[in-house]
């Protein structure tokens, strides 16, 4: 029934995300780098190398926070239009200020918005990201699902998000790692426990490699592929609308 435990729960994820990223917000920026050790510019600047991204290109980055992924590709475009979507305000507020400081300003849109219903007509953009965003997102398919719909034909989507490690043993070794290590040092550095440790159980929870890439093809994308960052730890999975 619609008042059902799934529902519920569901609901419950969305509110707990929100507040998660509320509270970071502001140290975000800096607790991503203190927390990969920098790790994640090399998967960004991966994400870009393959994205290739072209000058007058018109970008929507979905659960674009602080735009990391917005600033990298218009600066690779060398021009363009960048539209950063995200469900916490706050963390867009954030985002805005480094587009001043960078004088960025005129090349960014900063929309409140949700991945499952999007807030644009189809066919608008020419390529889709979404990065560590979509472990997020309560129901993953339709948010892939609404990327299909706003891109026009021969659009490209892509997609950074943490994975599983293919070598069960290494797999192992990381839980144990993530598990312990994770949690404590976001109670030392940014004095939240309960936000890391939402992030790693988001992280475990969330498909591996190949079940998300049968999630992209269902979404109608098409050439569907996908790389893993440090040995799966991260994977890019691209596909195109044709
Ligand atoms: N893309 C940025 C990056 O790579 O640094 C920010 C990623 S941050 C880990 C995840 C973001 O997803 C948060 O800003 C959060 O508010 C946003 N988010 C979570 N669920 C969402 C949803 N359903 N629709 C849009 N954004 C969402």
């Known amino acids: 029934t619609h ?42 600047d991966a994400m870009m ?18 735009g990391d992924i917005s600033f990298r590709f218009l600066k ?6 960048s539209t950063v979507l995200d469900i916490t305000e706050s963390m867009l507020v954030e985002g805005r200020k480094r587009a001043e400081a960078e004088s960025m300003h005129d090349q960014l849109d900063w929309v409140v918005g949700d991945a499952m219903a999007l807030p644009f007509p189809d066919n608008t953009f020419d390529v889709y990201t979404i990065s560590f965003g979509i472990r997020n997102v309560t129901r993953p398919q339709e948010a892939l699902n609404e990327a299909f719909r706003v891109l ?29 290590v994770i949690p ?3 109670q030392i550095i940014a004095g939240d426990r309960d ?5 790693v159980e988001s992280i475990r929870n969330f498909p591996d490699q190949e079940t998300f890439l049968g999630m992209v093809r269902a979404a109608g994308f098409d050439n569907a592929k996908y790389r893993n960052l440090t040995l799966g730890v991260a994977a890019l999975h691209s596909g ?3």
Do not use: C
């Open 3 to 44: 008042f059902g435990f799934e529902t519920v729960r569901e609901e419950d994820k969305a509110g707990r995300v929100q507040g998660v990223f509320s509270s970071v917000a502001s140290k975000y920026d800096i607790m991503n780098d203190v927390m990969s050790g920098g790790v994640h510019r090399i998967w960004k």
């Open 49 to 66: 190398d393959w994205l290739a991204p072209r000058p007058r290109q018109r970008l929507l980055d979905v659960a674009g926070g602080t």
């Open 76 to 81: 690779r475009a060398g021009s363009g239009h």
């Open 152 to 180: 026009r034909p021969g659009g490209r989507l892509m997609v950074l998000e943490f994975s599983q490690l293919p070598n069960p043993m290494m797999q192992k070794a990381y839980d144990a790692y993530s598990f312990n």
């Open 184 to 186: 404590r040092m976001g």
């Open 195 to 199: 936000s890391y440790q939402y992030l």
């Open 240 to 242: 195109w609308k044709l």
